[in-house]
């Protein structure tokens, strides 16, 4: 494959995966806001708990669709070290996630139903740029493709020359 036609090849894969990353992403944010007010309103607990108890349910349900659906064709061998480092990166995100909450409902007073939603859910933004990075770069990692090791080999400058394939007479 050409240097020309690498790029939009690889654009249309990344626009693939953002797509299936956000409707797997979507759908934990359904999961993750639900279980947040479901866990506010009918329990005791104080936002910025329920906001952890439902970022983990969410990053279980995430993990389940992140193997299975957007990642299934990446790298399956190591599943421990994946889930370790999924596990890893998805607490920062939630650091990031429920920090912005806590700062918005303990720092600034901010604790109206509506301002618990709107945090949480900026919170989820923006951790959410962060798991992206990190899952597709550490965590479910891409295998070597074909092409990308063809065009490695052509700038390391293989000295053995091509031979073009002679096809066998008969």
């Known amino acids: 494959m050409s240097a020309q036609g ?3 090849s690889r654009l249309r894969l990344l626009v693939r995966e953002v ?3 956000g ?3 979507g759908l934990g944010v359904l999961v993750n806001m639900g279980a947040f007010n479901l866990l506010r309103h009918a329990t005791e607990l104080q936002v910025v708990r329920a906001s952890l108890l439902a970022t983990a349910i969410a990053i279980a349900f995430n993990y ?3 193997r299975y659906f957007t990642y299934r064709d990446r790298e399956k061998s190591g599943r421990a070290r994946e889930l370790t480092l999924f596990l890893l990166f998805s607490a920062v995100g939630a650091v990031i996630e429920n920090g912005i909450l806590y700062a918005a409902t303990y720092g600034f007073g901010w604790n ?7 945090f949480k859910f900026l919170g989820i933004g923006i951790g959410t ?3 992206f990075w990190s899952y597709r770069t550490w965590v479910f990692r891409a295998l070597p493709a ?3 090791v063809q065009t490695a080999e ?3 400058g293989d000295p053995r020359p091509a031979v073009p394939a002679v096809p066998a007479e008969r």
Do not use: I
């Open 6 to 8: 690498a790029s939009p």
């Open 19 to 21: 797509a299936k990353f």
């Open 23 to 25: 409707a797997v992403g």
């Open 64 to 66: 389940v669709g992140f």
């Open 112 to 118: 109206s139903p509506w301002q618990n939603n709107f």
């Open 129 to 131: 740029l962060f798991r």
């Open 146 to 148: 074909r092409e990308a």
């Open 154 to 156: 052509s700038f390391l």
